[in-house]
């Protein structure tokens, strides 16, 4: 018996790997880094604002980072995105277990963090599919993201608890190291027989021709545009309004943090489903399985019981894993190999970009219109843009193919049949905010 499936290959499971330990860190590392600031006595905004500097440099050089990993070699990109992570994490474990660290002082290291992911995030884009051949590539994918799952929601339990035994800077020094041993790992990686790109223009060009890949195509840009405002309002629902819906209707923190265990529970049960399910107009059935999300807004609005709640949000990480799957599948497909890069890192722009906006109002509305009814907007949003995205006929229309095209860009080499490298991550998502992309925090 083989160790692993003969379509996983060397460069696979390098990836597949580095996410995996990496994601364990990262996961507790958020929950470390919340207590770090309020240890140091920090408020709840103190807490926000720290995140909000991890937000700004992502969103800043994101586009910047998808042209560079498309002049580059992606992998060493990664690698060195992977370095700044460590350090960042490293030095602010080190602030921590010193004693008395200051806001500002922590801000900083978490720009850093944030400056890390907004490089890595374009570079490691569809490499996981890359590196199998295009018959296997949902099912590798699927695989790639029960993995990922699963150790965010093992790193948070294990996070949870380290940190009320030893205390948040040494969770974020483990961090630290897993950035580490996941870097290491990717500069391991197989590209001596990756095509190489011929040299053009400056970056500003390159951000150009990424721009008319996207504009050119409606099902990307009517789903980008979509997740823009998806994202943004289910951040609002989730982060601001829950907690309080909780601590108010449900019973506090326990039965909340059960409702969005439960929500990570079905991200890797619909990962597993994707293993086997390869559905022939994917795309159609990716947007079709963003309806449910709208669904955890309108149980906190009436407000459903912790049961329910729990339920409902398993059936949307179920329906958002099938999404993020498919999603990539049709990114994968579509876009040419040598601008991919380029191309999510708009799609990772319009995920993070009005985010901090609408989290950032989310107070204001409910005083201005009352919280049952904010919630009520945020769910009839989701479904009203989900219905126009359906109205776009590519999206209804696009198919799978059995292999994806050859790209249409110059390279020295022809594209082989070997694990070309390109990137590793699905686009950008905030927990529990639906990963159409899924990145790993923290990465």
């Known amino acids: 018996m083989t160790a692993r499936p003969a379509?996983?290959?060397?460069?696979?499971?390098?990836?597949?790997?580095?996410?995996?330990?990496?994601?364990?860190?990262?996961?507790?590392?958020?929950i470390a880094g919340a207590f770090a600031v309020l240890e140091s006595g920090g408020t709840a905004t103190d807490v926000g604002l720290v995140a909000t500097a991890r937000t700004i440099p992502l969103v800043l050089f994101l586009l910047i980072g998808g042209a560079l990993a498309d002049r580059v070699p992606r992998h060493r990109v990664m690698v060195a995105a992977n370095a700044l992570s460590c350090l960042s994490q490293g030095l602010f474990a080190l602030l921590v277990l010193a004693g008395d660290p200051q806001l500002w002082q922590m801000a900083v290291l978490a720009a850093l963090g944030g400056t890390g992911q907004a490089f890595f995030a374009p570079a490691s884009e569809g490499m996981v599919l890359a590196s199998v051949s295009g018959e296997h590539s949902g099912r590798a994918f699927a695989v790639f993201r029960m993995g990922m799952n699963g150790a965010n929601i093992g790193g948070a339990a294990i996070g949870g608890a380290l940190v009320a035994a030893v205390g948040p800077g040494w969770v974020l020094a483990v961090d630290a190291l897993s950035f580490a041993v996941a870097g290491g790992l990717r500069a391991f990686l197989d590209v001596s027989k990756v095509p190489t790109r011929a040299p053009g223009g400056g970056i500003l060009h390159d951000l150009r021709d990424g721009w008319r890949e996207v504009v050119s195509r409606p099902w990307l840009w009517a789903v980008v545009v979509q997740f823009a405002l998806v994202n943004a309002v289910?951040?609002?629902?989730?982060?601001?309004?829950?907690?309080?819906?909780?601590?108010?209707?449900?019973?506090?923190?326990?039965?909340?943090?059960?409702?969005?265990?439960?929500?990570?529970?079905?991200?890797?049960?619909?990962?597993?489903?994707?293993?086997r399910f390869k559905p022939r107009r994917m795309l159609l059935v990716g947007v079709l399985c963003i309806f449910p999300l709208a669904l955890p807004s309108a149980a906190l609005a009436v407000p459903l019981p912790a049961a329910w709640l729990t339920a409902i949000m398993f059936g949307t990480g179920v329906s958002v894993e099938i999404f993020s799957v498919t999603w990539m599948t049709a990114l994968h497909q579509e876009i040419p190999e040598e601008k991919f890069s380029r191309v999510s890192s708009y799609d990772w722009f319009g995920s993070l970009a009005v985010v901090p906006m609408a989290t950032a109002l989310a107070g204001p509305v409910q005083d201005l219109i009352g919280r049952p009814a904010a919630l009520w907007g945020c769910s009839a949003l989701v479904a009203l843009l989900t219905v126009g995205v359906l109205c776009v006929p590519d999206v209804r229309r696009l198919t799978r193919r059995a292999t994806p095209p050859v790209t249409d860009g110059p390279v020295a080499v022809p594209p082989p049949a070997q694990e070309?490298?390109?990137?590793?991550?699905?686009?950008?998502?905030?927990?529990?905010?639906?990963?159409?992309?899924?990145a790993a925090a923290g990465e």
């Open 7 to 30: 379509w996983a290959g060397r460069n696979y499971t390098l990836l597949t790997a580095a996410t995996v330990m990496s994601s364990l860190g990262s996961s507790g590392a958020l």
């Open 234 to 275: 289910i951040a609002a629902a989730e982060a601001v309004y829950g907690p309080l819906v909780a601590e108010e209707h449900l019973g506090g923190a326990g039965p909340w943090g059960l409702a969005l265990g439960a929500f990570g529970a079905g991200t890797v049960v619909g990962a597993l489903a994707m293993t």
């Open 420 to 438: 070309p490298v390109t990137g590793a991550m699905p686009s950008a998502v905030l927990p529990p905010v639906p990963p159409r992309d899924g």
